[in-house]
């Protein structure tokens, strides 16, 4: 099993849980972004760069994606491919995206994109609370003591 990481868009909070989940239990961590990042010395963490370009690195992560393996996104359409294909996708707020919720999560991203493009001024996400990483850490330990 692998944690693989869309990273431009995390959190650092959330990524400081990951590395020390990492380390913990000696799981494989990856990080993938298009820009360079710094993750702490451990054998079990490593980034990768990707070049800039719409979704490629969701395309990196859904290449190297294993059935099992563990993605960390907030990006609907990249955890619907992982779900799609036997991984599991977890949001940095703890939510879980399976084959079960996937779907509607979609439809509503869409539905919200529409709005968006006729001009209607959605807003974005609220910031990451305190709450928002305890939920990820619980979801995160729970999925890796399902995982050992």
Not at 88 to 113: C, Q, V, W
Request: charged share 20%.
């Amino acid at each position: 099993m692998h944690i693989w990481v869309d990273a431009d868009a995390c959190p650092r909070a959330v990524k400081d849980i990951l590395f020390r989940a990492a380390v913990r239990t000696a799981t494989p961590l990856t990080l993938i972004a298009n820009q360079t990042l710094s993750v702490p010395p451990s054998p079990h963490i490593r980034s990768v760069q990707v070049p800039k370009g719409f979704d490629v690195a969701d395309n990196e992560i859904v290449r190297r994606l294993s059935a099992g393996d563990l993605v960390i996104t907030s990006d609907i359409p990249l955890a619907a491919e992982v779900v799609a294909k036997g991984g599991h996708a977890l949001s940095p707020r703890g939510e879980r995206y399976t084959k079960e919720n996937i779907g509607a999560l979609l439809n509503m991203r869409d539905f919200m994109d529409t709005l968006r493009a006729s001009g209607v001024e959605t807003g974005g996400p609220p910031a990451l609370t305190a709450a928002d990483q305890r939920a990820f850490a619980a979801q995160l330990d729970r999925f890796l003591a399902h995982r050992a």
